[in-house]
C-alpha cells in the first residue's frame, strides 16, 4: 500500500519570514511582503509545470491581527491589488482561484473582491489555488462544529450521522482535496494553526529559505525529496 507518487498533488505552503528578510536589509516589514507577493505570481506560475494541481498558501492567520495596524492594512491592502492585478494574468493561466478562512471580519471590499474573483476563476482547471486568509484551523473546526450544531438543533442532522465525512464536508476545505505535502518556509518548525484537520496524514518540509527569497528552484528541489518518502497512512508496506 501506500506507494508515493514522484510529485505531490496538493502543496501547502506556510509563507514565512518576509518581515525578517526586510528587517535583515534595514527596510520596513511591509517590503517583505510586496517581494513575498511577487514570490507567489512566481510560484503559481510555475506550480502545474512541477506536477502540482492543488496549490494552498497561507497568507494571513487568525492570530495575524495581533500585530500593528499599519502592517495589517498593509497585507490587506496587498491582498485587494493582488486579486485585481492578476486576475487577468490568473484566468490566462487557468488558475482557479479559492478562499478559506473566516470572511466576516474582513473589510466588505475586499469579501466582495474574493467572491468575484471566485467566480470569474470558476471554470478553470489547470492549478487550483487556494489562498488561506483569516484562517485558522482551531476557528474552522470550530464554525464546522456550530454548523453541524445548528443542523442538530433544527433536526436535520441526526447526531449518529456527524462522523469523519461529515466534519470534512463542513469545513471550508469540502471541495479541496487534503494536502500531500506542507512546506514551511523560514526555518521554523511549527504548524501555526494550519490546516490542523486536514494534515493529519500530511508529509512536512521545513526550509530556512525565508519567503521572499523561494524560488521555482527552491521548490523544483524540495519536491524532489518527496518522491522518496514512503507514506504509510497507519499500515505496514510491504
Ligand atoms: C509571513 O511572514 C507572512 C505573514 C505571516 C503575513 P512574516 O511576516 O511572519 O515574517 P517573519 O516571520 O516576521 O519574518
Ligand atoms: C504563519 O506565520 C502564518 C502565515 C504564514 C500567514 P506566523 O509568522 O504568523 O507564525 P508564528 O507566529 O511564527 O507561529
Ligand atoms: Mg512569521
Known amino acids: 500500500m501506500a506507494s508515493t507518487p514522484d510529485t505531490p498533488r496538493h502543496v501547502a505552503i506556510i509563507m514565512d519570514g518576509n518581515g525578517r528578510w526586510a528587517t535583515s536589509k534595514g527596510w520596513p516589514r ?18 502545474p509545470d512541477q506536477g502540482i494541481e492543488w496549490l494552498t498558501i497561507y497568507a494571513f492567520s487568525t492570530e495575524n491581527w495581533k500585530r500593528s495596524t499599519e502592517e495589517v492594512l498593509g497585507l490587506m491592502g496587498l491582498f485587494a491589488r493582488y486579486i485585481q492585478r492578476e486576475a ?18 474582513l473589510d466588505p471590499k475586499l469579501q466582495d473582491l474574493m467572491a468575484w ?22 476557528d474552522e473546526l470550530v464554525r ?3 454548523a453541524l450544531a445548528r443542523k442538530v438543533a433544527d433536526g436535520a442532522l441526526d447526531p449518529e450521522a456527524v462522523d469523519e465525512a461529515a466534519l470534512d464536508r ?12 506542507v512546506i514551511r518556509t523560514s526555518g521554523e518548525t511549527r504548524v501555526s494553526n494550519f ?3 486536514q494534515a493529519a496524514y500530511a508529509e512536512f518540509e521545513f526550509t530556512p529559505v525565508l519567503w ?12 524532489s525529496r518527496y518522491g522518496n518518502r514512503e507514506r504509510r497512512f497507519g499500515g505496514v508496506v510491504s
Open 88 to 105: 487577468e494574468g490568473l484566468s490566462a493561466e487557468g488558475v482557479r482561484m479559492r478562499f478559506i478562512g473566516n470572511r466576516k471580519r
Open 195 to 197: 490546516l490542523l484537520w
Open 212 to 223: 521572499p527569497d523561494f524560488t521555482p528552484e527552491v521548490l523544483a528541489e524540495i519536491l
Open 30 to 47: 511591509l517590503v517583505g511582503h510586496r517581494k513575498g507577493a511577487e514570490r507567489v505570481k512566481e510560484i503559481v506560475r510555475a506550480a
Open 144 to 146: 464546522a462544529a456550530r
Open 117 to 138: 474573483i471566485e467566480e470569474r476563476t470558476s471554470a478553470n482547471t489547470r492549478l487550483n489555488l487556494t489562498v488561506a486568509i483569516n484562517y485558522g484551523g482551531r
Open 170 to 181: 463542513a469545513l471550508d476545505t469540502a471541495d479541496i482535496p487534503d494536502p500531500d505535502l
